[in-house]
């Protein structure tokens, strides 16, 4: 199980103010389990955990096997709960620069659909030029702009390569099992599909093909990862303050509660920045509603100690910090001497990369806690597929705990609706114009 420390949390709260809030969590984890609160129709997360193989997963497989094969690229397509997921995955397991020297039999994997910049599509054509691609469209409603319009695009490039029956055999659909536009388009085109159930919110679809085939693409082995949220499933279903989700939900309302709004989450890991997007997302758009919610902002350390640590440190004190770390790799990185010494680095001579590594940690905590900021610690343990798993449903098992202690609906959106309502009547799309 993730190891849940609050022991650095005790700045002006103490253990009776979060165990005062046991009969909050557990109403709020029994209510999402048995399906009893607003929202319930979108409970379908809570049982993708599987532990024998289905046909979806065995299609996956079989996808990713003949994308590694013929594929010098691969290009998700999608946005928010229909991106983040699968790119932190690929990136928390293969390091942020996970493309280098990849090509046909272990290709490169690229993201379009989750911006409308047009500087970021004409590097996307550059990179394209004299590869071999395959795509993977990923929108549940099939209608988000963004997607569709770089849709349409990489489908003409594949057309104009491959003709119509090669780029129909490159292209991927995953979506709504019979509803929206891009299934219409996929069944149409006679696209190979996979499903996103319809009683599945975007940012809790990371175990259904949205991150399970481009994770196979990468070389993530899809019921490894299966095996770590099935293990959590039963693990973290706990009605105890010995469940980390427990301990983790209740501590980030007891510190709401106290006036820190802002929880920022921390991990000494540069392949984990997109993990912390994609946590970002699933607490911001499931809290952040009816006036409430703490705001969640990623940081990376130690480069953003070099950034935000002054603000941390001595800056308003409407914060607290969650810190994520994992084992050390068993490759490890020892710093050699130098008879010179003129760096003064000597000291260190014999010492791996992880001491270092270990002790800013160690630092970086024991001053923020001087400072004021109340911090959860999380052990993650070994990085493994099977973890990865595990973090997952942890993080939307607590965020759903979380949400229903705050009294909000968990999985709506209706916020991100005003800024598509402007966009599209500026845009002139038809029955937007007023
Ligand atoms: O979590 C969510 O529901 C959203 O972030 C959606 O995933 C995002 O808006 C993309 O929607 P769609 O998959 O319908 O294109």
Redesign the pocket.
């Known amino acids: 199980m993730i190891k849940v420390d609050i022991s650095n949390v005790w700045i002006d709260k103490s253990l009776p103010d979060l165990l005062a809030l046991e009969k909050e969590v557990f109403h709020a984890h029994q209510v999402l389990t048995e399906g009893t609160a607003p929202g319930n129709d979108f409970l379908g997360w809570l049982n993708l955990p599987v532990e024998e193989e289905t046909e979806e997963i065995a299609r996956i497989r079989a996808a990713a096997k003949e994308i590694r094969e013929n594929s010098d690229v691969f290009i998700v397509i999608?946005?928010?709960?229909?991106?983040?997921g699968p790119r932190a995955a690929i990136e928390l397991m293969q390091g942020p620069n996970h493309n280098m020297g990849k090509g046909k039999g272990n290709p490169q994997i690229y993201y379009a659909?989750n911006t409308l910049s047009t500087r970021h599509w004409n590097e996307l054509l550059r990179l394209l030029e004299g590869k071999d691609f395959s795509i993977a469209i990923?929108?549940?409603?099939?209608?988000?702009t963004?997607?569709?319009i770089a849709t349409r695009g990489l489908r003409w490039l594949l057309e104009r390569k491959y003709g119509t029956e090669g780029a129909k055999k490159r292209t991927y659909a995953i979506?709504d099992p019979a509803n929206?536009a891009?299934r219409q388009m996929a069944n149409e085109e006679g696209w190979e599909t996979f499903v996103?159930p319809p009683n599945v919110?975007?940012?809790?679809?990371v175990l259904t093909a949205?991150g399970l085939l481009p994770m196979a693409v990468a070389g993530i082995d899809p019921m490894e990862v299966m095996r770590g949220a099935v293990q959590a499933k039963k693990d973290y279903d706990l009605r105890s303050f010995e469940n980390p989700v427990w301990l983790y939900a209740a501590c980030r309302n007891m510190l709401y509660r106290d006036g820190k709004v802002i929880e920022i989450l921390e991990s000494f890991e540069p392949g984990f920045k997109m993990m912390g997007g994609w946590w970002q997302?699933?607490f911001g758009?499931s809290e952040g509603k009816d006036g409430k919610g703490i705001f969640p902002v990623t940081a990376e350390f130690t480069p953003d100690l070099h950034s935000l640590g002054q603000m941390i440190q001595q800056g308003e004190r409407n914060i607290f910090e969650t810190m994520v770390r994992f084992d050390a790799p068993q490759q490890a990185l020892v710093i050699g001497g130098d008879y010179k010494n003129l760096d003064g680095l000597n000291y260190l001579e014999g010492k791996t990369m992880d001491f270092v590594d270990e002790k800013a940690y160690l630092g970086t905590l024991a001053a923020h806690v001087d400072g004021g900021v109340p911090v959860i610690t999380m052990d993650m343990g070994e990085l493994t597929n099977e973890k990865l798993g595990e973090m997952f449903y942890f993080f939307e098992l607590a965020c759903g705990v979380s949400a229903y202690m705050l009294d909000v609906n968990p999985f709506n959106?209706p916020g991100?609706e005003f800024y598509k309502r402007n966009m599209f009547q500026l845009l002139g799309k038809p029955g937007y114009e007023k």
């Open positions: 999608g946005i928010g709960g229909s991106y983040l659909g990923i929108s549940k409603s099939g209608t988000t963004e997607p569709a979506t929206g891009l996103i919110g975007g940012r809790y679809s949205v997302q699933l758009e959106q991100v």
